[in-house]
């Protein structure tokens, strides 16, 4: 590759994709999934239609295809995580803009953002939305997974997306943007958590949600994760607990009369971080699990 234009049709450009990640030592499942998405991304159908039909298998590939296509593989067989090399990722209903200045949404996030928006649910009860909106902080947003979820599943909420990486934000105002109508309810603010939020909002929030850093620093990563995915976004002093103590202890003030917080973090910080969370006066301190069956949120209301 790659071949004169109109010679070879995307159906074979797909197999011998299939080929090369399988002599590179992907497994035949992940090789058949990711050979697919990349096809379909060169092809131009990922994340409209979602899948390339059999009659559109059978067009034969340009030369601009070919050469996005082969850009692709060559990254993605050097390492590079496949949501980087695609450039996008859905989440939950979103397709979101990602690259190496944010961590890959992942299903664990997915969860946690479900949670946010039960907590959303319990504040509109009896509420009218349209003078008094559920209000929401997602403090660390990264690519704004969380609080653009909120945006987008409930039109009945203000949010405001916070990081303390430019680099990060500019990837959240990107995903904003692709919103439409539900960036108007989107605020985005610059600073390191509680930090980057309007003083007016001190005591009025109904939700703070975050997936912040709760890496440890001697932990091991697999290397496609700690070679690619920024360090300030995945680790954490105080064996990965630091910034969700700051998150725990700062919560109150910002929040309302039985407001939520809602965090991600590891398993095995859970235990620990709900003694916390109970010690400084929160109450309905619950932990969830995760899609693997391991304990990965909390959520803790204030009085």
Request: charged letters at 25%; glycine letters at 10%; proline letters at 6%.
């Amino acid at each position: 590759m790659p071949p004169d234009e109109g010679t070879i049709s995307w159906r074979e450009v797909l197999a011998e994709t299939e080929g090369r990640l399988l002599a590179a030592g992907h497994d035949a499942g992940s090789a058949v999934r990711e050979s697919r998405w990349i096809v379909e991304e060169a092809f131009g159908v990922l994340g409209a239609s979602g899948a390339m039909s059999p009659a559109e298998m059978e067009v034969l590939v340009t030369v601009r295809g070919m050469a996005h296509h082969d850009a692709m593989v060559e990254r993605r067989l050097a390492g590079e995580p496949l949501q980087y090399v695609l450039g996008r990722w859905p989440f939950r209903t979103l397709d979101l803009m990602v690259d190496e200045r944010v961590l890959i949404p992942r299903p664990e996030t997915e969860v946690v953002a479900g949670l946010v928006l039960d907590e959303v649910d319990r504040f509109a009860v009896g509420r009218d939305l349209s003078s008094e909106p559920v209000l929401v902080a997602d403090l660390g947003t990264g690519s704004g997974a969380i609080g653009l979820s909120v945006a987008v599943e409930r039109v009945g909420t203000r949010v405001w997306c916070t990081d303390a990486s430019s680099d990060a934000l500019a990837v959240a105002r990107a995903n904003c943007v692709g919103l439409g109508r539900p960036a108007q309810r989107v605020t985005l603010a610059e600073g390191s958590w509680f930090d980057a939020l309007p003083v007016d909002l001190w005591g009025r929030l109904d939700v703070i949600a975050s997936n912040p850093p709760y890496v440890a620093r001697d932990d091991g990563l697999p290397s496609e994760v700690a070679d690619w995915e920024p360090d300030a976004a995945l680790y954490a002093d105080d064996q990965g607990t630091a910034d969700v103590r700051i998150l725990i202890e700062g919560a109150p003030g910002w929040l309302a009369p039985g407001g939520a917080l809602v965090l991600e973090m590891a398993p095995d910080q859970i235990g620990v971080m709900a003694d916390l969370a109970w010690s400084g006066g929160f109450v309905d301190v619950v932990v969830y699990r995760d899609l693997a069956d391991r304990d990965r949120a909390l959520v803790a209301r204030r009085p």
